[in-house]
């Protein structure tokens, strides 16, 4: 799959990820990308509703003609149309990518999977050695993104591209790892 990170230039440096041979891109930064280097799209994938992972969408919906997906529980603040995104498989020209449920950092995150080449589209669910998605946003919520990260492990992940940092190889030992950092969060708060 041919993959290319486009990094915002603003504070945030989040990442969107382009896949030219599929039009498809996945989070649009916080507006401060060089959209003009994406020159085919169909498909916009939003993991979440976050301003750093969705302020590309109005510039490159209108330049291109695609279809925006987010997940219905982060639309409430928009300012896009879009089409709502639920656990379902999308199929976009020859890619086929499963839209997983991940309520936590946001009640509306989602990541894609992709299952040939076992790779995950994280936004800001999970990142790598452990570290995991703030919790101390409106909305969020650690217990959800416990179910979550659970529920990510079942999936067979050799590589995860999350909505900030680089792409890391081992996937499904940094999602055990972001278990256990929950799991000591946790403990943590029962004794204090
Ligand atoms: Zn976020
Ligand atoms: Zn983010």
Not at 34 to 62: K, Q
Not at 94 to 111: E, I, K, M, N, R
Not at 120 to 139: E, H, K, S
Request: proline residues 4%; negative net charge; charged residues 15%.
């Amino acid at each position: 799959m041919h993959i290319v990170q486009l990094k915002d230039r603003s504070a945030y440096r989040s990442n969107a990820y382009y896949l030219p041979d599929d039009r498809v891109i996945i989070d649009t930064g916080a507006g401060h990308i060089d959209y003009s280097r994406i020159t085919a799209l169909n498909s916009i994938l939003l993991t979440h509703g976050h301003p750093d992972h969705i302020g590309g969408v109005a510039a490159l919906s209108h330049t291109h003609n695609s279809t925006v997906y987010l997940h219905a529980a982060d639309g409430e603040h928009v300012t896009f149309s879009y089409t709502p995104a639920w656990e379902q498989t999308l199929h976009c020209n020859g890619l086929t990518l499963h839209v997983l449920h991940t309520p936590g950092h946001s009640p509306g995150s989602v990541c894609f999977y992709e299952p040939s080449d076992k790779l995950l589209f994280a936004g800001d669910t999970v990142f790598g050695y452990g570290i995991v998605g703030r919790c101390d946003l409106p909305g969020s919520s650690i217990q959800q993104l416990r179910t979550s990260l659970q529920k990510l492990s079942q999936y067979d992940i050799h590589w995860i591209y999350s909505g900030h940092g680089r792409p890391l190889d081992n996937g499904n030992w940094h999602i055990q790892q972001a278990i256990q950092t929950i799991q000591s969060e946790a403990e943590d708060g029962l004794r204090t």
